[in-house]
């Protein structure tokens, strides 16, 4: 998965087997780039992050008739989490989600499949794998039956609405101005108070 900078994984949940199984995942694997939790999306590198999860199967079975991979049905979940955004006039902002890429990795022995000198290697998310590994993408849906489609999914995030926070500002104004007259009378109010009882004292 390459994910942009306003979303985030956050690798402590991928340590829980019990949460993995629940999302049909083995393990992740790998995951570079931004990965602070607490950052918000203006101080995020343009690309995000990409990560590289293996997925639970349930038993593979090769097609004689068609060659191709087919597998049992399931469906795998990866919980992502959204990093704070710039406010805006507006309550929701419409943003992009590329889709992931979806392979079997398979081992080959040296020499079973011929290599084009001509062949660009190590590139991407092959160099975590061994030199000899085979990989057998799956046809995104975008592409299907050669009909062209975006291969993002588009998602209503929230954002500030800056239409509806200006009471905020006087809002934090006020309890500033509160709280500051709060702690004059705290400390000048109790200083004024020993003086009369120091007064009194020596009357006395």
Known sequence: MTLPSFLFID???????LFLESHN???LVNLTGATDLEAPDWVVP????????EMKTHGEVWNAETPIWTAA?????IPLHLRYLPAAAQSHRKMPVPWPVVFWACDAEEGNHAMSPFDRKHLGYETLFK????????????????EKRELV??????????RKTAWVETGTIGV???AFLGLCWVLFGNVGA???TKDVKKKQ
Request: charge should be neutral; proline fraction near 5%; glycine fraction near 6%.
């Open 194 to 196: 020993k003086k009369e």
């Open 176 to 178: 500033v101005v509160v």
């Open 46 to 53: 343009e690309w995000g992050s990409t990560a590289l999860f």
């Open 73 to 77: 049905m399931y469906y795998v979940t």
């Open 153 to 162: 999914s588009w998602i209503d995030v929230p954002v500030l609405d800056l």
């Open 25 to 27: 995942l083995v393990s």
């Open 11 to 17: 690798r402590y949940q991928f340590t829980d087997p």
């Open 131 to 146: 030199k000899n590994t085979r990989f057998m993408h799956v046809q995104p849906w975008g592409s299907h039956n050669g």
